[in-house]
């Protein structure tokens, strides 16, 4: 997928996401795997959402494809699925204290869904961004406690070599400095995330790592300049990742902000 949607049209890669997605409908069918078919069509439904360019800030799961209210499957890995869904959702659309209070609430429902699912570390990490996200803007002590707790579990993660989390600890600590007011330091860790983002391609934690450092340069360290690239890398990294309707907000907030 990542393929097409460089080399394609957005018509032609709807159209070879779909072709992809029903083929997998047919085959679940073939196989009576009706399970199966629940989840393409949960994470069928969270892409559409995102991608659709009239869809602007999505914050339910809800569509043709799937919608949760009248959802009757009530399975361990579709409840597990939804989650996921969900918060990927949330966090794509800021509405980071519904994920930050569900985080609080729920602790590792996810975890304890589907162990030894490889998705539990990105579930943590984004979980652990928003808590951050909503810590540095109430203060409030709870969601530093929560973030704290999972910062530290990921950098468990590192120092067991685990190759997939090298980006996570930088930017969770370039959120952390920025929450203890420590400016100069936190944009060395965004650097540092950012450049180790893109070197593997995880393009959307790249967007959101630039996303936030164009924040941080902004609103505290005043180079607005600086802002306005990072901003735009953000706009770019989104826009190649897919989420159109992301782009658009960025886009709509750096005209408001005069970052353009």
């Not at 209210?69 to 869904?85: C, G, I, P």
């Not at 996200?133 to 704290?148: E, G, M, P, S």
């Not at 952390?176 to 983002?197: C, D, R, V």
């Not at 609103?219 to 607005?224: A, E, G, V, W």
């Amino acid at each position: 997928i990542r393929r097409c949607r460089r080399k394609q049209s957005p018509v032609q890669q709807d159209r070879f996401v779909q072709s992809k997605v029903f083929w997998m409908f047919f085959c679940c069918d073939h196989y009576a795997q009706s399970g199966h078919a629940s989840v393409v069509r949960v994470y069928y439904q969270l892409l559409h959402l995102i991608s659709d360019a009239s869809i602007l800030q999505p914050a339910d799961l809800e569509g043709d494809i799937y919608s949760n209210a009248e959802d009757e499957d009530k399975s361990a890995v579709h409840d597990a699925t939804v989650h996921l869904a969900t918060g990927e959702l949330r966090l794509l659309s800021c509405n980071y204290d519904v994920v930050a209070e569900k985080s609080i609430a729920k602790g590792d429902f996810f975890d304890k869904l589907v162990l030894s699912f490889f998705m539990i570390m990105i579930e943590t990490f984004h979980r652990a961004l928003c808590l951050y996200f909503v810590a540095r803007k109430t203060k409030k002590r709870k969601y530093r406690i929560h973030a704290n707790k999972l910062r530290r579990r990921i950098e468990k993660w590192e120092n067991k070599r685990n190759p997939n989390v090298k980006h996570y600890v930088p930017f969770l600590e370039a959120e952390q400095m920025a929450l203890n007011g420590s400016w100069n330091e936190s944009s060395e860790y965004y650097q540092k995330a950012i450049t180790l983002a893109s070197e593997d391609g995880h393009l959307l934690h790249a967007a959101l790592a630039n996303e936030r450092y164009a924040e941080l340069l902004s609103d505290f360290l005043k180079q607005q300049q600086e802002a306005s690239y990072r901003l735009n890398e953000s706009i770019r990294l989104y826009k190649e990742w897919g989420a159109v309707g992301k782009v658009l907000n960025l886009q709509a907030r750096r005209d408001d902000l005069g970052l353009a």
